[in-house]
């Protein structure tokens, strides 16, 4: 007993007062691009792309495709692409996800007075990986760690579907994990939301164009909240989820 | 120096051979004592050969990497290695569902993963049978308790007991070995990151090796070095997260809450390199992240903070009587079982197997800076969990020597890297071994006679391990299971790809 008091002692305090304002150093989150324009023909970045994020003319990236791998920021001959630590990169629409130089940001989460009055206090989540590399998997979990501690805003994970007020799904959703996933969806009581986390549950992410992906569930049940990332990083869902239901720091 | 852990063999003297006299050279080597270090084969489209090629890599009593290489004719059986060579069983199912050759004899021949014409089949996996009248099966999954990643799980039990359990996985499989075949080889670091995210720079290392060996590309010792920089730190942070998940399974709160913790000064310590917790772009073709000197004291204090703490909850852990009396004796794997089935990386030592890639197959930086594997007697869940401390206490002794007396540092500047049309020796077969934090990480890459890669084959150090917890199940009760799984903390989609 003596001990455990003595180690909890020296451990320290460790967890981050106001999430909102935290700023993870070094992070390579939200991709920021020069105004000036592309030279003619040129599509260096657009080569180098593992997951078919960015367009051209404008240059744009699309987070809900992109890993963040940073690959194109040395293949750009103009150097038009940095990232900033930003990890504010959740959005209620899937279009909202795509930054360029005349659209810097990524549209704000709207704040539902419907989501708020029902979950802005307490919320269930029931995560399942569909295809996950257990990036986004170990990330969810880190939320509820002594740095994170998501508790204290309301939000938890559940072991029952039965529990959960909402699907938390990471990775491109494999063929054989179709059925799993949609019995889990369906022992989930209504009313219930799905939140994508990671660029594999928001698009497929680098695996989009295998064939052992089936997406149709996303069809079928809008995402109320995209968190782009691979894998998102815990402050970017935790301050999504936040600001999806509307709850202060 | 030269690595040892990444070899090229030219292919075109070793084309067409008999699939009998394969496996009689194989079981020559293995009854040798030679260890199969992995098997497996791949159909050949062409029209001037069609067949299957099947390749199999042995580690020799000298250490060396050998292959036996062999192009056959499709459908064919031969007679299984596993009946005497237990260690090759995974090996031969994968085998048979990739490539159609059947191993006849094979104890337990089904589905790996349910890929190819199998996908989204998985309800009829076809487990074995437990008959009595007091027995009763426990199925459980793919969905678990908890944020984990998915996978089938039957007990079969008596009573209480345990006589054995079946893990069906598959659930995860999103084509990656083919997905790796359809892109510029030279753009793949990213894809391969996300093969087994948790272990992205054992994997992202692998990949250049390989790829770099096939270029005929040296990349610098300080370069090489910072990737192993990157590796360890990628170790300790695995093994702290499951050492917290380890406390947390037996509702040790402190040690859960305390380990977490620590891994997050690791990771956010990787990240403050890389731009990404889990090392994502810390390793690129013919590069790796340079780092400053601010850097480089950084590192090292992070890693002297940690080392403080991390001793501090290891006591407290190892002293507990509730951790004793929970994990002592809990989920045991004997050395003989683990040897039987080749078990290799952290569950392997824990059972006293001495196999570890970093001393075995060294690459340059483990010559240069030689690392010390221990290993444990009790190949239990006690076992399991003090190997972890003592890698993590060996792993962060290593970067403090190497980060205070070799200083890998380098300018921010941009490293060229190698170059995007570098061409890649023709007929040839790669193969890189990198020790990650479950055990080694295996990629064999074979290119044709254009040189253009013709198989690329992935092997996660989870293929060869997870029968090893079905038998620390056995004459274990279910609710062991999530200790037991915890104390291996295999991987998933490392498994399915």
Known sequence: MMKSLYVRKSQGTQYIPVLREATPAGFRAKPVIDAQACALDCSACQAVCPSAAIALAPMRIDLGRCVL????????????????????????????????????????????????????????????SAGGCNGCEMEINAMSNVNFDFGRYGIDMVASPRHADGLLLSGPITRNMVMALQRCWEAIPDPKIVIAVGACAISGGVFAECNEIERRFLDNFKPSLYVPGCPAHPLSIIVGIMDLLGIAD | MNSRATKVWPLEQSRRKDLDQFVQACRQRLGAGDRLVT???????????????????????????????????????????????????????ELWEQTGLTPEGHPWLKPVRFEGKRQGQMAEYPFFSVRGQEIHEVGVGPIHAGVIEPGHFRFMCLGEQVHHLEIQLGYQHRGVEQLLLRRNPMLLAPV???????????????????????????????????????????????HAATLSGMATDIAFLQGGGTYGRLRTAIINAVQRVSGNRFGRGWIRLGKSKPFTDTLRVDLIQTLAAFLRDFDEINQLMLSSQSVKARLKGTGVVTRQAADELGLIGVAARASGRAV??????????????????????????????????????????????????????????????????????????????????????????ETSQAGRIVHYKVQDPSLSNWFGV???????????????NKSFDLSYCGNDL
């Open chain 2, 470 to 484: 079905a038998m620390a199940l056995r004459d274990n009760e279910i609710s062991d299971f999530p200790i037991c």
């Open chain 1, 69 to 128: 791998c940073g690959d194109c920021e040395p293949a750009c001959p103009a150097g038009k692409i940095s990232f900033s630590n930003d990890f504010r990169l959740a959005s209620t629409e899937r279009d909202g996800l795509t930054v360029s130089a005349e659209h810097p940001n990524i549209d704000p989460i709207q704040v539902s007075g419907a989501l708020h009055r029902r979950y802005g206090r307490s919320m269930k989540l029931r995560s399942v």
């Open chain 2, 39 to 93: 098997l497996f084969g791949r159909q050949e489209e062409s029209n001037r050969m069609p067949g299957v090629v099947v390749t199999a890599i042995f580690q020799d009593e000298s250490g060396e990497l050998q292959a036996l290489h062999c192009l056959t004719d499709r459908d064919k059986q031969y007679s299984a290695l596993t009946p005497d060579f237990p260690a090759a069983h995974i090996f031969e199912r």
């Open chain 2, 192 to 238: 391969i990151e996300s093969i087994c995210g948790d272990s992205a720079v054992a994997y992202s290392w692998g990949f250049c090796a390989a790829i770099e060996a096939l270029a005929g590309y040296e990349v610098t010792p300080e370069c090489d070095m910072r990737r192993a920089i990157g590796l360890e730190l990628e170790r300790i942070a695995i």
């Open chain 2, 356 to 445: 570890d890639a970093r001393v075995d197959l060294p690459n340059q930086p483990y010559q240069r800076f030689p690392i010390a594997s221990t290993v444990q007697e009790t190949g239990d869940c006690w076992g399991r969990m003090k190997q972890r401390m003592e890698e993590v206490d060996t792993s962060v002794a290593w970067l403090l020597k190497v980060l205070q007396e070799e200083k890998p540092t380098a300018a921010p500047t941009k490293e060229i890297g190698l170059a995007a049309n570098s061409p890649l020796k023709p007929d040839a077969l790669a193969i890189s071994v990198v020790e990650g934090p479950r055990g080694a990480v295996v990629q064999a890459i």
